[in-house]
Structure formats: C-alpha cells, structure tokens
C-alpha cells in the first residue's frame, strides 16, 4: 500500500495558535476528546453530588432545588459534552483515516464546529452562577417546567443549547461531505469500514434532528419572553406539544449516541478474534434500518401522558420492532468471536462488555417499550437503570475501547496494559454496582429525580452509590494512563494489533501530521 | 493550469475562531438582554453584546467569504472540492428543511389535535373541562382563556397580499432561473437584468411583508400574544421572512461579484448555491401559503 507524501507539507505550528487557528483533523480530533473527557469530570463530578445526596434515605447534603439543578445538568452536560463530543473527535481522527483522505472535506469550517462548544458550555455551565440557579427541569426541560416554571437563567440555557446545535449541525456536514466524497480511489460504499458506515447514519440523524431541536428551544423562548402560547393550553396551545416535538429529536439523538459505539465495536471484534467481521451487508442495513426507525418510535417515551390509544399502539409495535436490527448486529458480533482465535487486551474488554451490557440495556428497554408495562416502570428507576446501560457501558464504554484501540497509532506509544486491564475491571464492577440496584428499587416504586426516598430503598441506594464513586474515581486511573502513554510509553508497532486491517493501519505509527496527500490506492488488499 | 492540486487543504485560519467568538457574542449578547429585559433591567449590557457581536459576525462572513472566493479565483479548488460545497450546500438546506418541518408539525397538531381537544372532542376531549366555555375553530379568533390571550378581530385575506406575494415570490423563482441560464450563455447582460429583477421581487416581497405585519398588529388585534393562531402565524412567515432576508442578501452580494467580473459560464458555484437556497425559500413559501394563510 502507498504510503504518504508530504510534498508541500509541513507539520503542526508552534504554541496555542496551533490549536486555536488549526485546520488539522488531526489536531481537531484531539481537541474534540480532551473537551470531552474535561467535560466528562464535570458531568460526573455532579453524578457524585446526587449520589452522595442519595447515599442514605433523607435530605443529608444539599437543597431540593440544587439536587434538581444537579439532576439537569449532569444529563445536558454528558449527552452534549461528553458523549457526542467524544465521537465526533474520534470521526475526525479516524474517519481520514480509515477512508485514505488527507483531511476532512471543509477543514475550517471543521475547525469552527469544535470552537463553539467551548464557548456554548461555557454559558450553559454560567448559569450555575446565576440568581435563582442553573436550569432545574431535567435534561428533557419539559414545558411548563422550563417556561411558566422556570428560572431566570432558562434564557441563557436555550441559547447555549442553540449554539450546540449548530457546531453539530457543522460537524455532522463535514462527515457526511468527508465519506461521500474523499474516499480513496476504488474504495466503493460498501468497502467502508463499519466505523465510518456508522458515522455516515449518525450525521445523517444529526443533521435530521439538530434543527427540530433548534425549533423547539426557539418555541420556548418565545413562551417566555414574547407572550406565544405553543406550549400553554390557555392560549390553544399543548404542552404535550413540547414532548412530542422534543422527543422527535431526542429518540434519534439517543441513537446518535450510540451507533458510533456499534462501529467501533464491529472495528475491535474482528481484530482480536482475527476474523473478518460476520455480516458486514447486514450490519450496515441493521445500522440504515435502527436510524429510519428512530423516527417513528418518539412517543414511547410519553406512554403515560395521555396519547389516544391508537398512538399507544402505533409507537410500541415500531418500538418493538427495533430490537429486530439490533439483534441482528448481536448476533453478528457474536458469530464474529465464534471459533476466532481470541485474546483479549483492554479494546477486546470494553468491546465484550459493551456487547454483553449494552444488550442487557436494550433488553429493558424493550420492557420499557411495552405500554401496559411502562405505566408502571414510567419515570422509576428502573428507568433511569435502562438508559444508563446504554449509556455508560453502552456509549462510553465504546468510546474507550476505540481510545485504547487507536490510541498507539495517534501517539506512537503503547499504553500499559495491565493498567488497561485494571481500568477495565474496576470500571466493569463499578457501572454494574452503580446501575444494576437501580433496576430492582426502580420495579419497586422508587421515582427519579427526587432527592430523598423511602427507607426500604436505603440499601440498594447505599450499593448504587458506592459503585458510582468506584466507577468515577476509577475514571482518574483513565487519566493517568492515557497521561502516561503519551508521556513515556514504549513505542508502538506500525501494527499494534496483529489482527486489525484497514487504511488506517498503513499510515507510519505514530500518524504523521498530514496523511494521505496523495490518496492511496485501494482494493488490492 | 500547471498542476491541479490533489485536494485543497487551507492553511491555518483564523476566521472560525472570530466565527465562534462573535456567535458568542450574539447569541449571548441576545440572552443576556432578553433577561435583563425580564427583569425590568435597562439591558445595555445586552444589547452593546448583541451590536458588537452582529457586528464581528458580518466582518467574520465578509472575510471568510472574501479567503474562500480569492482561493476559488486562484484556481486552488479542484472538481473534487467543488463537489464538497455541493453536497455541504445541499445538506444545509436539508437541515433548514428540518429546521421548517418542525414548525409545520407544529401548527398540524395543534390544528389537527390540541384545539379539537381543548373543544371537548375526539379521544382527549376531556381538556375540554378546563374552559367548557371554550369553542375550537380555525382560525382560532379566540383562545381558551382571552384574559391571558386577547381575541384577533379578524385574520389576514389570503387573497389580497399573500396572494400577490405568492406570485412575487414564484416569478423570481423564474427570473432567477431565467438569469442562471445566461450565465450559462455567458450573456453577462442579461444574467444582471434578471438577478436585478429577482432582487427586486424578493425585496418587495418583503416590503409587503412588512405592511402586513403592520396591519396586522395594528388593525386586526393578530399578534403574537393572541394564542396559538398568531404564534403559529408569525413563526412561520416570521421564519420564513428571515430567510428571504438572508436570500436576498446572499443574492445582491452575487450580483456585485458578477458586475466584479466574477463566475465562468462552466464555473460558478456561489451563484448557484445562493439560487438553491432562493428555491429552496421559495418552495417553502407555497407550503406556507397553503397550510397557514388557505387552509
């Protein structure tokens, strides 16, 4: 395979105009995952205040009011700055990569979409500051509660949600334009790497739904500042309305946050089973078919408003149905492991347990997807257990198992395994301790949301915070491994992992600043 | 052309680094008004942000455009990157598309379900419990509470200014697509006339757009307070009056850069874009008629 040229070419500039002024998907990349994971320790540092508040029955450390500020903030901060962040810095590292680009498509406008979430959280975060607190309504903000009912501060709250709009709006662009146009010469559609396959539905659903979002915070500031009555029913209005607009977005938002993972975890598999991967056509039409349902299944998470019953019905068959896709990319990643020669190093760990976990997530939400069924488990716990297994095992498990699986190739060094496998261990017991309880005190009856509860729910409640506290300080040792590596681990092979196949594994290791200027050649593999 | 370049890379820049300080700075300087506002605050704060940052974003889009068309004169751009805008510029408008979706959802299910509701029918119709008084027809003249929401004396013939804006606005459709053929005739003479006329189209439209916002809010008692007729109303053609705006700006800078001498009969994506996105405003409009000022 061809290798680079670096013919009119130079590499990064010096200091921190480097990173402010960079058109370097590389260094965007980079940009993307450190923001994420800062913003990661954010989230997660509010994830301690609720738990240390729900580590025993009663109101032992903080206020009602800043419990609900906390449960908001924490949702808005990991769903728009950890999470999406994180998979859009390892599109803009590996998608170049994987399809022999020399850099995204629009590398300015690249570099804008990344600039902006600083500037966007930081307002969000500002309203912590504000008189009357930070926005106190949950992470759905459902009207009236963030428009008659909410404080002050809500205004700057729709703002900064805008502004995470359109940086994904812009970024999401760039990947599409980047995999339907920049693809090395030969390398059809269907030869793309499921990772990059994954992105190309995701930015799709990205910029399908951004804009309904964008909508929908513009409805509510003009609830609260211009005398509108979209949400208010005294007016005609619905705030029904609100949820059915909101969920709109936010059901394909949730499959935004986790389709990437399905890519990097078809990525892993193959490498450390040294096996092509098992049903690639019907991944991707798996992947095609899970992003066209998201948009029909929305009210599902509204069962217990007050739908008609035809409603009902519509939303949980095409609910239902999505667990036929998904199964299939199960299935496929387990036949992928059938009779492979296995090992398992710390990518292989994550990737095993985001398969095993996250089908346990999908699994409740298929209960959850029962209407008769959902009365009862509407806004429990068991909930709140549901689409942190997607999330946490799900999502960012599948994050960190891509950073551990590129990571030797971005910097040229090897992290410490056996730290890697510390950090898988403790992370595994610690997402299973924290969020497994919450499924029994959730069948229970214990509601979400609420800063206090009743006695019966105390052990369970002490188990879950003890397993968050084990799994947010293990996430320091993630730190230091990753500080570590780039700091003194050993240099990696050209080839860190004797099974991978792909561009992205031609380039030298560590990747040169600037790839592919001229494109390679592709098919004779 | 010596050497067409592989694929064009810019170097280091630093207009989206301005780009995302001035949206900042508006979007900020906007919230921090509306809150002062909400708060019997004087705003100046708000609104010295807000200037400022509307003003560092038209020097940001001034600069950004002028780098991208000097680089394009320069030949830098190969057919590749050429195809990169196109398909940018296509889903852009897609994302607008989705962006109008959402208020057309809207303004269907507040017709179609939450009025019908509020009137006592259908399978919700126990809301209607909440103003038995309360009478469910669209237009909706008056709201379930007219205390809170003041009734609209009359709304807007569709027959009179929209009617006349709808045929504006489809007949620069035409002459916008009358002037992009001669472009492709290299016939610079008649591509000017016709831009000419389709600005001067759009213009108007907005002007009457203008008058009847005017009318409205002094005549008719249609306001954006008076329930969810009028804020369905003016949300959409508010929206939509925007982007004609934004159009028709985007047009009038097209036309400066063709009396510059800019755009080649084969080459002239900047033109074409800018009429995508007329189009694109234009389609919208007929929805727009039909769904809020006929049906």
């Not at chain 1, 059901?251 to 450390?272: K, R």
């Not at chain 1, 947010?472 to 990696?492: N, S």
């Not at chain 2, 296509?90 to 994302?95: D, M, R």
Request: hydrophobic share 55%; aromatic share 16%; with cysteine.
């Amino acid at each position: 395979m061809s290798t680079h040229t670096e013919a009119g070419h130079h590499g990064p500039a010096k200091g921190i105009s480097r990173w402010i002024l960079t058109t370097n998907h590389k260094d965007i990349g980079t940009m993307y995952l450190v923001f994420s994971l800062i913003m990661l320790f954010i989230g997660g540092s509010m994830a301690f205040v609720i738990r240390a508040e729900l580590f025993q029955p009663g109101l032992q450390l903080v206020m009602p009011e800043f419990f609900n500020q906390m449960t908001t903030m924490h949702g808005l901060i990991m769903v728009f700055g950890a999470v999406m962040p994180a998979f859009v810095g390892l599109a803009n590292w590996q998608v170049p990569l994987m399809i022999g680009a020399p850099d995204m498509a629009l590398p300015r406008l690249n570099n804008l979409s990344f600039w902006i979430l600083p500037f966007a959280f930081s307002m969000l975060l500002a309203t912590l500051l504000m008189p009357g607190g930070a926005p106190d309504f949950g992470w759905t903000f459902y009207a009236p509660l963030s428009t008659t009912y909410a404080p002050p501060s809500v205004t700057f709250f729709i703002f900064a949600i805008h502004m995470m709009g359109i940086s994904s709006i812009l970024g999401a662009i760039n990947i599409i334009v980047t995999i339907f146009n920049m693809r090395a010469p030969g390398m059809k559609m269907m030869d793309l790497p499921l990772f990059v396959w994954t992105w190309l539905i995701t930015a799709f659903l990205l910029i399908a739904v951004m804009p309904v979002l964008a909508a929908v915070v513009t409805m509510m500031l003009m609830d609260v500042h211009f005398g509108t009555s979209f949400f208010n029913a005294a007016g005609g209005g619905d705030p029904v309305l609100f949820q059915h607009v909101f969920w709109f977005f936010a059901h394909p938002e949730v499959y935004i946050m986790v389709l990437p993972a399905f890519g990097i975890v078809s990525q892993i598999v193959p490498t450390f089973a040294r096996k092509p991967l098992f049903g690639y056509h019907s991944m991707v039409y798996a992947t095609a078919s899970i992003a066209i349902l998201s948009f029909i299944v929305w009210a599902h998470h509204m069962f217990t408003v007050g739908m008609p019953l035809v409603g009902e019905l519509f939303f949980m068959y095409s609910t239902m149905l999505i667990a036929v896709p998904t199964g299939v990319k199960v299935f496929n990643w387990v036949s992928t492991m059938f009779r492979g020669s296995m090992t398992f190093e710390t990518p292989m760990l994550f990737a095993i347990a985001f398969i095993v976990l996250f089908t346990i997530g999908g699994l409740s939400g298929l209960m959850l997807a029962i209407a008769p069924a959902d009365f009862q488990y509407h806004d429990t716990y068991f909930v709140v257990a549901h689409f942190h297994y997607v999330l946490v095992p799900g999502a960012v498990f599948g994050i960190i198992a891509g950073v551990y699986y590129w990571l030797p190739k971005w910097c040229g060094k090897m992290y410490d395994e056996k730290l890697g496998q510390w950090h898988f261990w403790l992370s595994f017991i610690g997402v299973n301790l924290t969020f497994f309880p919450m499924h029994f005190v959730g069948l229970a009856g214990m509601p979400r949301r609420i800063p206090d509860y009743a006695l019966q729910f105390a052990d369970f409640n002490m188990l879950t915070s003890l397993g968050a506290f084990l799994f947010g300080t293990t996430q320091l040792l993630f730190v230091y491994i990753l500080i570590k590596t780039v700091r003194k681990g050993k240099p990696a092979p050209q080839l860190p992992w004797d099974g991978a196949k792909g561009l992205e594994w031609t380039v030298p290791t560590p990747a040169p600043y600037h790839t592919f200027a001229t494109p390679p050649v592709f098919g004779d593999k | 052309m010596a050497q067409q370049p592989a694929y064009y890379v810019p170097p280091q820049s630093h207009w989206p680094i301005i780009a995302a300080a001035s949206l900042f700075f508006t979007l900020g300087g906007m919230a921090v008004l509306l809150h002062a506002l909400q708060q019997e605050g004087s705003g100046l704060m708000g609104r010295v942000m807000l200037i400022s940052g509307l003003m560092i974003l038209a020097g940001m889009l001034t600069g950004w455009f002028a780098a991208v068309i000097n680089e394009t004169r320069q030949d830098l751009y190969s057919p590749q990157l050429d195809r990169s805008f196109r398909y940018g510029m296509s889903w852009f408008i897609f994302s607008e598309v989705m962006f109008f979706f959402a208020f057309f959802g809207t303004l269907f299910y507040l017709r179609v379900f939450a009025v019908p509701w509020l009137g006592g029918e259908g399978d919700k119709g126990l809301a209607n419990m909440l103003w038995p008084q309360f009478n469910a027809v669209w237009p909706l003249l008056e709201a379930p509470n007219p205390e809170q929401f003041p009734p609209i004396k009359e709304i807007i013939d569709p027959w009179h200014i929209p009617f006349l804006n709808t045929i504006l606005l489809l007949s620069s459709s035409v002459t916008l697509w009358f002037s992009h053929k001669a472009l492709k005739r290299n016939d610079r003479d008649r591509t000017k006339l016709w831009l000419g006329i389709t600005i001067l189209l759009g213009l108007t439209f907005l002007a009457l757009q203008i008058y009847e916002y005017a009318k409205a809010y002094n005549e008719l008692d249609l306001t954006l307070r008076s329930g969810v007729y009028g804020a369905t109303f003016f949300m959409l053609t508010g929206f939509h009056g925007a982007h004609v705006t934004i159009g028709s700006l985007i047009l009038i800078v097209i036309l400066f850069r063709v009396y510059l001498g800019h755009f080649s009969a084969e080459k002239h994506f900047g033109f074409e874009a800018g009429a995508w996105y007329w189009h694109f405003v234009d389609v919208v409009w007929i929805f727009l008629f039909t769904t809020v000022y006929l049906l």
